[in-house]
Nanobody, 121 residues
């Protein structure tokens, strides 16, 4: 199983980025996909997660209204569209796959390498 997050980069505050998480080696439509982030010196933080059929999504409060998760099961890909970015969104963003829609990292079985998002003020 492989999960690969991509799309990170440097953006000014107020800007937008779209991250992608491409999965292989698993029955993708059977898994919820979550996004987590970890800023330097801080603990890993839940960002949001999209259910297996894409109909249900949950977000942490700090990104509600700014971030949107969508998925294309035919492409085994989940997207994290981020807008209104703030310097405090700066972190390495990871995607993870698990059987349940949940904010707890231990509910996810598979993790990908992260992609760095840097938001300048």
């Amino acid at each position: 199983v492989q999960l690969q997050a991509s799309g990170g980069g440097l953006v000014q505050a107020g800007g937008s980025l779209r991250l992608s998480c491409a999965a292989s080696g698993l029955a993708f439509s059977n898994y919820a996909v979550g996004w987590f982030r970890q800023a330097p010196g801080k603990e890993r933080e839940f960002v949001g997660s999209n259910g297996r059929d894409g109909a249900n999504t949950i977000y942490t409060d700090s990104v509600k209204g700014r971030f949107n998760i969508s998925r294309e099961n035919a492409r085994n890909t989940v997207y994290l569209q981020m807008s209104g970015l703030k310097p405090e969104d700066t972190a390495v963003y990871h995607c993870a796959a698990g059987p349940f829609l949940a904010p707890m990292p231990d509910r996810y079985d598979y993790w990908g390498q992260g992609t760095l998002v840097t938001v300048s003020s």
